[in-house]
């Protein structure tokens, strides 16, 4: 276990001196972008009404209610909405003053460079709008707390929805029983695609099963001015 232990902070450590998070030093830009620091219902958001207002609320209770947030989140079937669509064009910056992506294209890798180089949504730029980190797998080795890595997406990698006949959304948000919701990793590690908003699925719709699966139904928002 000690070693186990030693292993993840050297890994902690070497991500932090990396050039990609030397690069996102902070600034003294406003926060544009943030994890919930806490979800709603499991998968039942309200809908996207009910996700936005969410987003808005939080962002309001620490100063930043002047700007229009919107959740990272798609729907499926008829009048499917992207995600990618809902949040403006960037740039983005955390809590912290980090920029978390320039634009679209940096921020969904857009082009096999961009892709490569990747953005700044990980673990620590990636932070709730009170600025606490959100923890992840290194951090829960550590600590032993649960991780909440999982984030609410109901999107594919380039940020689209699903076209399938499968639940990727919680019957769009609206669902804490039955289904299943696509979920990101903010802090890049996982066992599938190690992407910050389509890693793999959830084990269901409900609170429970969203902790189970490594997650806490927390959600990305982005302002969209």
Known sequence: MRKIKTLLALSLAGMLTSPLAMSQAGTDEPMSFFITSVGIDGGNLGGLAGADAHCQALASAVGSGDKTWRAYLSTQGPNAVDARDRIGTGPWYGQAGHMVARDQAHLHGDTIELARRGNG?????????????????????LTGEPTAHDILTGSTANGRAYTDSDDHTCSNWTSNNEGSAQLGHHDLVGFEAQSWNSDHPSAGCDQQSLINTGGAGLLYCFATD
């Open 121 to 141: 949504v990980n673990p620590f730029h990636a932070r709730t709008e009170n600025g606490d980190f959100v923890t992840g797998v290194i951090d829960s080795g």
